[in-house]
């Protein structure tokens, strides 16, 4: 029945599959174009009806050269464009250089390549020869020279905009390791990954995806590591998506992944450089975003959740006593409110008596069953953390001191919740932010309301029933056809050195299985640290 | 195709004999063989190695069919569906004597007002979820699961040993041999389940090794099973045992160690639920799978939900009570229905295929 009424929502929200139509799917347009005529006045005209009236579109009026001199124009963005590298990279070079060249720089059809080739100090030039690959790249913060009688254009590639500089990043902070991020611009994020790997193998694939933005995606891989099957199903969901525009990774996330009404996020995500590097290295597929600090990693497995950077950067004792910190508050977070409800109202009898009796002590006078007082706890604090993280620093802490101080002690005072209740719900909000993934743990956050109904209507049954289909969901999700519990289940015991326990980088020989890496090998047997001869 | 590893399919195995033995403990609750019904363990799973041979000879004949499949190759279409019939009642059946007894224990020990049908529902959807994602899921599930199990069992067992009351076990065949077997056909129909591992015999992957696997599968549940009635009987004494309707339950219940832990029954109580879980979602899956093929459906999963509910309703009309239920179980009647599926069917089966000289395609040629 599910099932019907996910196809019936579908049917709504997708009446027609557009296939392929012109410039809407991942790769450059190649739809219908149309030539440049040559006639300058004529192609300026086009240009201004199309862009129509931009108060930040500018037209520099030129004329080149000194008997013959042609007509031309520079076209650009104000404000996407390097105006120091238009001024000084080609203006002087134009007006000033041309009328001196020892050479003539020929005729009208062969100006611009001329120009092109002799008179240019910027690196990035190419030709355009239509409307629409014209407006596109002037769009994408280039500048475009156009002269009289000449049907090619020129694209210079000059993009300067305002942009936030590389700096740590807010989420995924570390002890140790490296403190750069990456920003909204992609140039700059491709660039922090080839500086970390500087291997041939490393593919940057650039696809253009959203009718209306335009946004630059790049699939980035290492070749012969990366599954190529996992990099063609990539490609393949790119190029499906057709949507007018994508403003943030989060929009692929969800246009790409496996398993559409899943609160279990199936596609990893960083802000961190590094860790993306790793994930390459491991044979993971990484998509980033123009305009998104935010890069996504395919494919992704559960255990995720327990797997911080510093995990690899610090020894790897406190790395595998961390993972077990984690992995027992990650059930925490999920099922202590929940047990604490089917205990204290069902099954008595299961709890020791010395802490019977002070739960029962404190219990006295609630005027709530358990679960209501859980339930009031646990929305005052979703409430309490929405509220204090869209507020200025300042006043969210005033918020935490007013929900700790006001709403724990006061309410306990008054009666109105108890203790141990406080106790409860303050340390499961605690061991939900355990995890060094913050996408992780929202369908912890989201599932521990039903089971806490679950917990209060029928007791520990209720809990492994709940339990128990959170785990059927879970085993049958796949992240781009990996498992989603591998390597747990099915079992690999190859890969649950980094699982389990984080075991040292010389131990650390292959890379993980469950990426269906091409080369398994990443160390030399016998490579590892051995002490000196006395 | 979807394929489970070998490993996974004994730790079905493990569940499905975990889920319908580990509370009730069938050798020690009749006072039959007193002091030496652990002895009847090893009886029985000796008993049930013959049918564990069989259907894995079956099964390797036909290695890419499953039973109905062969079925009506060797028996014609007609009688090769009443087979498939059968076999779905079989484990329907079965499936809803274990959604009851766990209903039972639930309402009388832990959830005295809460409706029956209220916990059959639950219990039942959960397994009609996972018999729709299929083998795989269950199969991924027990991987999980079924460790976790062993451990806290061997835990339970642990704190057991430290008043490990020889005693108790004294004389081991008070009464000779005879009250010994007769006690081991109460446990001869459950450890005859082995015969499931030769049904999912074609969803696995390393066909040429699971001969190996199975057959020290069932004799380390033989093993684990004689441990757990040892130490039942050692800490309980015989004659109380006996008496006790879930031994397994208290056996659990009885541990204090250090004053703080305490409550190793919701652990056992735990392990128990994921238990009957996975052992009804494999029985849903199969009746739900047989069934599918008998109708020539193309996929199964449009069947899980009505197989459900014939479920539920079946576990309510099949006994109003344990005493109904008691009479169901009692080796008069039970031992005739489960061999019937176990061991003569199988059998018969096995003999027609020899017979007529039927093979199935071979899975590497």
Known sequence: MLDRLKRALHRI???????????????????????????????????????????????????????????????????????????????????????????????????????????????DVREAESYEELV???????????????????????????????????????????????????????????????????????????????????????????????????????????????????????????????????????ERPDRLSACLLEGKVGILVDGSPIALKIPITFTETFQASDDYYERFWLATFLRWIRFINFLVALLLPSFYIALTTYHQELIPSPLLISIAAAREGIPFPAVLEAFLMETTLEVMREAGLRLPKPIGNAISIVGALVLGQVAVATGLVSATMVVVVGYTAIATFISPRYSFMIPIRLLRFPMMILAGTLGL???????????????????????????????????????????????????????????????????????EAQ | MVKISNWQAVLIYFAVQGASQALTLPPVASSLAQEGSWLSVPVATCASLPILGVVLILARRFPEEDLLQYGERVLGHFLGKVLGLAYVFYFLEIAALEVRRFNIFLTTDLLPQTPPVVILVLLVSLSASAARNGVEVIGRLAELFVPFGFLFMFMIFAVHLSHFRAENLRPWLGAGWGPVLANSLTTLPWLGQVFLLGIIYPVIRDQERSGRHFLLASISWGAFLSLFC?????????????????????????????????????????????????????????????????LHLRDYQRLVLPVGVLMVVLAQIMAENVAQLQAFLRPAVFVPFTLTFQLLFPLGLLLAAWLRGLKGADRRG
């Open chain 1, 13 to 123: 929200y997708r009446p027609t599959q557009h296939r392929e139509s012109p410039g809407q799917g991942g790769q450059p347009s190649n739809g219908p174009k149309t030539p440049l005529t040559g006639d300058l006045a004529q192609d300026k005209e086009w240009l201004k009806a199309t862009l129509g009236a931009s108060f930040d579109f500018q037209c520099r009026e030129l004329e080149i050269g000194q008997k013959p001199s042609w007509r031309a124009a520079l076209l650009y963005f104000d404000g996407l464009v390097d105006k120091e590298l238009i001024d000084l990279g080609f203006l002087r070079s134009l007006l000033q250089e041309i009328p001196l060249a020892a050479r003539p720089v020929g005729d009208r059809q062969g100006l611009l390549p001329q120009i092109k080739v002799r008179f240019l100090n910027v690196a």
């Open chain 1, 136 to 270: 596109d790249d002037v769009l994408a913060g280039n500048a475009a020279l156009l002269a009289d009688g000449c049907k090619k254009a020129l694209i210079l590639g000059v993009p300067g905009w305002e942009h936030r500089q590389v700096s740590e990043p807010a989420d995924e902070s570390v002890i140790r390791g490296p403190r750069d991020g990456f920003v909204e611009t992609l140039r700059v994020n491709t660039a922090l990954i080839r500086r970390r790997i500087k291997d041939p193998a490393l593919r940057l694939e650039g696809y253009k995806i959203g009718r209306r933005t335009k946004t630059e995606v790049v699939v980035t891989y290492l070749q012969g590591i990366a599954d190529d099957k996992i990099v063609e199903e990539v490609r393949r969901r790119l190029l499906r998506i057709d949507i007018d525009g994508i403003l943030e990774s989060g929009y692929l996330e969800e246009l790409i992944e496996d398993a559409p009404y899943s609160p279990f996020a199936q596609m990893g995500n960083t």
């Open chain 1, 461 to 531: 049954f209720g809990v492994m029933v709940g339990f128990l289909a959170v785990h059927i969901h879970l085993m049958s999700l796949r992240s781009f056809g990996v498992p989603y519990m591998m390597p747990l289940a099915p079992m690999n015991w190859n890969d649950l050195k980094d699982i389990l326990i984080r075991a040292p980088w010389w131990a650390l020989r292959t890379r993980p299985v469950l990426n269906r890496v091409q080369e398994l090998r990443r160390q030399r047997a016998g490579a590892g640290p051995k002490p």
């Open chain 2, 230 to 294: 040892m130490i039942t009987i050692s800490t309980f004494g015989a004659p109380l045992t006996a008496r006790l309707t879930f031994p397994g339950y208290s056996l659990a219940e009885r541990v204090r160690v250090g004053g703080f832990l305490e409550g190793m029954d919701v652990l056992l109580f735990v392990i128990w639920v994921t238990g009957v879980f996975l052992e009804i979602s494999l029985f849903h899956l199969l009746a739900a799978q047989t069934l599918a093929r008998l």
